[in-house]
């Protein structure tokens, strides 16, 4: 699978992105997907999985009720909306695709650099 990220920017504490990720490579509605994210100097943690058909989601503790993780499977891409971003939501968000687990994904995309000003 093939995975191409975007939406990333600067944005200012308290304001809103959404992230995009785009697979190809694979019939998309067959495997779940993630989002993860690094910070500097930090190691790679998990934010949000979604599930083939979009009907179970998982969040990390730290983004739960500010974060929203869809998919649309008509056009093989799945989005992150983040909203009430905090400084320390600063970081590179990878997408993933054939996602099982928070420690067993498939394929992993490039990266979209989220930065929060506070």
């Known amino acids: 699978v093939q995975l191409q990220a975007s939406g990333g920017g600067l944005v200012q504490a308290g304001g809103s992105l959404r992230l995009s990720c785009a697979a190809s490579g694979r019939t998309f509605s067959d495997y779940g997907m993630g989002w993860f994210r690094q910070a500097p100097g930090k190691e790679r943690e998990f934010v949000a999985a979604?599930?083939?058909?979009?009907?179970?989601?998982d969040y990390a503790d730290s983004v739960k009720g500010r974060f929203t993780i869809s998919r649309d499977n008509a056009k093989n891409t799945v989005y992150l909306q983040m909203n009430s971003l905090k400084s320390e939501d600063t970081a590179v968000y990878y997408c993933?695709?054939?996602?099982?687990?928070?420690?067993?994904?498939?394929?992993w995309g490039q990266g979209t650099l989220v930065t929060v000003s506070s």
């Open positions: 979604i599930s083939d058909n979009g009907a179970r989601t």
């Open positions: 993933a695709a054939d996602y099982r687990s928070k420690t067993q994904v498939g394929s």
